[in-house]
């Protein structure tokens, strides 16, 4: 399985064999070699070896280059303030402390960290980039002029509209001019990241940034290049309007429920992604919080044009095995990775000695059938199919969210849910059986048993 067409077919929204896995890897690469936040962004050196110790640890199909919404903003003449476990902030607004719109030029390769910034994505692109898809992040239209103009965009709007626009227009240029540059140094897929998006109506969203996002999408696709749309916060209201602005993909994080934006892209012929959780499950959470969740997620999004993926930047401080628990569900490994970690030690769960059953018996390991939709229907397949066969068939749910039901999936050796067990055999793996197809089974291993 090549990991980078995987990545690049689901975000065309095609059908694809399993969920392409994307961490975004931001401020944590810093972690894993060892230098603080403010050290890494600063160094190409540093962030080629940070993105590179993340291909080698977490085994992704697809990374961001860089997780930085504040190298636009910089370059422009923003104040930083940077930090040791986080990506830097903006500090000083320059249409607030006397610089003047015109004044303003869309930045180069050789203004602010660009120099830094492009040097690492270059090489990063000749490292891995005929291994996974390598995307570019741009700060989005909306967000950037938040940098240059501080809150006193939301009065702009409301007050000056026309003012508003024209600052629009400045950054929708920026974010064209800097699309150019990661496209021209080898990356498969440029995102606008535009968080702040989050604040506003959709009216505001349609007047104010949909004609400008759509540009900067025109303009990469018309590069033969992919296209995402990224947002943080409670953005479900303006979900719709991302679609609209026709990017390949939006991503989105845990305040918008990941059924609905399948359901609203599906509309679009957009693909999605997102959206384990970035603190109760990766930066807080167990390994087995991560796979739950990360399971979850998969059973919705499904296998056509869905994208597995944190709903932002990961924290500085993720615990790796939690990413690696990620990584290890994604590619079939989780029963090994579980015995690795001793996750699981002083929880058992003792499997029956199947052959001396005096019945056959069916495991379900599920993550809930009571919130999984299809977890609740592979159990209602299992229990329509044995309602003929009372006393000769037993089953029982296995929800994973419980630690003796990690302790059977590991031996059974169970590495997706949904997942029918027979007998201590692997019968149906993710895809539900029809009653007939399973009656016909049992009926079968029933009368071979000879119960």
């Not at 636009?72 to 990506?87: D, R, S, T």
Request: proline share 5%; charged share 25%; glycine share 6%.
């Amino acid at each position: 399985m090549n990991a980078k067409k995987l990545v690049l077919d689901a975000i065309r929204n095609e059908q694809t064999e399993r969920a392409p896995w994307v961490p975004f890897v931001g401020c944590h690469a810093a972690s894993l070699i060892g230098v603080n936040a403010e050290e890494y962004f600063k160094s190409s050196e540093h962030i080629f070896n940070g993105v590179t110790k993340a291909y080698e640890d977490y085994r992704p199909d697809g990374l961001p280059v860089l997780f930085d919404l504040q190298v636009e903003a910089e370059a422009l003449g923003c104040g930083l303030k940077y930090a040791e476990n986080n990506p830097p902030s903006v500090a000083t607004h320059p249409l607030v402390d006397g610089v003047k719109l015109e004044d303003l030029k869309v930045p180069t390769e050789k203004d602010g960290r660009f120099p830094i910034v492009m040097e690492a994505t270059k090489r990063i692109c000749e490292a891995l980039g005929d291994k996974i898809a390598l995307y570019g992040l741009i700060t989005g239209p909306y967000t950037l002029a938040l940098h240059l103009r501080g809150t006193e965009i939301f009065f702009d709007m409301m007050d000056d509209p026309d003012y508003m626009h024209s600052v629009m227009a400045f950054c929708e240029k920026v974010c064209i001019a800097t699309a150019q540059m990661y496209m021209d140094a080898g990356v498969d897929i440029v995102a606008i990241v535009d968080p702040m998006t989050s604040q506003i109506s959709p009216d505001s969203f349609a007047e104010f940034v949909a004609p400008y996002a759509t540009s900067v999408f025109e303009a990469i696709r018309a590069q033969g290049k992919l296209s995402s749309f990224f947002v943080c916060g409670d953005a479900k209201k303006n979900v719709e309007e991302m679609c609209k602005c026709k990017p390949n993909n939006i991503s989105i994080d845990e305040n918008i429920p990941l059924d609905y934006v399948k359901e609203v892209a599906g509309k679009y012929g957009v693909s999605f992604g997102g959206n384990v959780k970035l603190t109760l499950s990766l930066l807080f959470g167990t390994v087995t919080d991560c796979i739950k969740d990360a399971q979850n997620c998969m059973a919705v999004g499904g296998t056509k044009g869905y994208i597995l993926a944190p709903g932002c930047d990961m924290p500085f401080s993720t615990p790796v095995d939690n990413i690696k628990a990620i990584s290890s569900l994604v590619h079939g490994e989780i029963a090994e990775f579980l015995e690795d970690v001793n996750v699981l030690d002083g929880v058992d769960a003792a499997l029956p000695d199947y052959p001396s059953l005096d019945h056959v018996r069916i495991d379900v390991i599920t993550l809930d059938s009571e919130s999984c939709a299809p977890c609740q229907y592979m159990m209602e397949a299992v229990r329509k199919a044995s309602e003929g066969f009372e006393g000769k068939v037993v089953y029982k749910e296995h929800k994973v969210k419980d630690k003796e039901a990690v302790i059977t999936m590991v031996k059974l050796g169970v590495s997706n849910i949904p997942t029918i067990c027979i007998d201590g055999q692997i019968k149906h793996v993710s895809i539900i059986p029809s009653k007939e197809e399973l009656v016909a089974q049992l009926k079968e291993i029933v009368e071979a048993k000879g119960v």
